[in-house]
């Protein structure tokens, strides 16, 4: 056996190379063919600038219309510049804000319960996977993972990765001003349980390299100074129209991803020995995000 | 409102360190009430050295026997010491080794397909949920996550994130060196398709610092002194015993165990205002792991 990891290494650029070209070629094609982005409005879209990067977080006012408005005002206000994120749990939670969901005092209102919404027929809805573990189905609204109960009329954002929900106590209506981002396998047990109001759709490799916390101690950061920090938060239409950046997202309610998500759910590639379930894991379905000048 | 981020700072504190000293209690109560820890065995447990961190992974030759002899005797040979993770899409995969899995040349051997073995009655199996969206069953065989069809008599490995798995080409029986760590939502479609050999049992939270690529270039990443990079691997029985750190993982087989499924399954906490279904994601549970002097 060769202990010589560069044997290759002659070789292995032409072939990366060609690989990736031929990846972009490919991408390329079907892109053109088949992806449409959509611009995200300014309103709803919130930078959040970190000493590890740019996170952009796009907001969801049809499903936590008093959540978002709340979390826009104090974005507004100025209230997370210089905050942390106190509480760190690898493969679960990055939760950040003043910390008084732990029991601070705090003046900042409460706000209630906005765990789901009702069916509505005008819903650009894509409809995932049904049964899916979790709910009756599973699709995807405007690029927001969903859970729907047809039964009784219900729908409401699923836990996926990436996702952003209000911290709050054991009362339902106690979404203040701490928030999270789910950094791990979709903790779906907390669906229906809790205001999620945005998700991550730039800079989720930014969210993974923020600072954890000891697991034992429920991830809380005890040294203040070792925490990420959040240096500005601000919305997108907060910064003069010529010195913003554009966010796209892939436009879930069109042809294209219709047809990413009928060629993941009947893989054909021969790379498949094994051809896997006919099924969609909601959370496990890439909705990209892009920035540009 | 408020604009003010400091109102609760004078309390914050004292409620944060209660908080976590609670928290810490009553860990440590149901700790010594219930959770047993088991050693890693030296010559199956592997230091990945980086810049970012130490991570330990916890080889599996009960299911891939020819993969972990392979990549037992690649570490030993000192074969990855200075090598990449050169394909790293954020929410999939963090992809290391020599490149030869994307063409290049490699007098490396090939090893065959080690998609799943027969069931043993003699497992420490412990069941998780059935139906699963993927597999008949699901459960957990000491500390690795696996899925099983009793109608076939079959069980495998599941791609939960954490598992370390080979890369191949369209031929099943291509691993070589080119190695993966899952790294978002469990890619499960893959499974029965891949050689998994091994999970990340500490420092997921350094994994999750690796330099990604590009994810329109198939997360390739074209500057090599971009990438993350391996400083040493090697097995922890290669270490002299006096300079051993020692690493365990929770003893899946005992009732600690069953006992934290059974609490995740019905969730009694007065927090779930909506009680969530009865269902486990196999990927979702926590299996806790530690090193110690």
Redesign the interface.
């Known amino acids: ?3 010589n ?8 650029y032409v ?2 190379t ?3 070209l031929c ?2 070629i490919s ?1 390329g094609l079907r892109a053109a063919e088949v992806t449409i982005w959509r611009e995200l409005n300014p309103v709803n879209t919130v930078f959040v600038e970190m000493p590890e990067g740019l996170v952009v977080i796009e907001l969801n006012p049809a499903f936590a219309p008093e959540t978002v408005k709340q979390f826009k ?2 974005a507004e ?7 942390s994120f ?1 509480r760190v749990i ?3 939670v990055a939760q950040g804000g ?3 969901d ?8 409460l706000v209630d ?1 906005e ?1 789901e919404i009702d069916w509505n027929e005008e819903f650009n809805y894509i409809h995932v ?1 049904s049964p ?4 009756p189905e599973t699709g995807i609204i405007d690029g927001f993972a969903v859970a729907r109960d047809p039964s009784r009329g219900k729908v409401w954002l699923t836990h ?3 996702i952003v929900a209000m911290a709050r106590n ?1 009362s ?1 209506d106690s979404s203040r ?1 701490d928030f999270y981002i789910v ?11 809790m205001n999620i109001f945005g998700r991550v759709v730039y800079g ?2 930014v969210v ?2 923020i600072k ?1 916390g000891p ?4 991830g ?1 950061i ?1 040294d203040e100074t070792e925490s990420s920090r959040i240096s500005k938060m601000q919305l997108l239409s907060e910064i003069p129209e010529e010195d913003r950046l554009k966010v796209y997202v892939v436009d879930t309610s069109k042809k294209g991803f219709k047809k990413l998500l009928e060629d ?1 759910l009947n ?1 054909k590639q ?5 051809k ?2 006919k ?1 969609l ?1 909601v ?2 379905v ?1 909705i ?1 995000g892009r920035i540009t000048k």
């Open positions: 056996m060769s202990l990891p560069h044997t290759a290494s002659a070789t292995r072939f990366w060609l690989a990736v990846g972009l991408i005002q104090l206000d100025r209230f997370y510049d210089g905050l106190y690898d493969g679960f003043d910390g008084s732990l029991g601070g005092l705090s003046n900042i209102p319960a765990f996977q899916d573990m979790f709910a996926c990765p990436g054991d339902p001003t950094i791990g396998q979709a903790p779906r047990y907390l669906d229906r349980n989720m490799d993974q390299r954890r697991t034992l101690g429920n809380i005890q993941r893989r021969k790379f498949f020995h094994n896997p379930p099924v894991d959370c496990q890439p990209a």
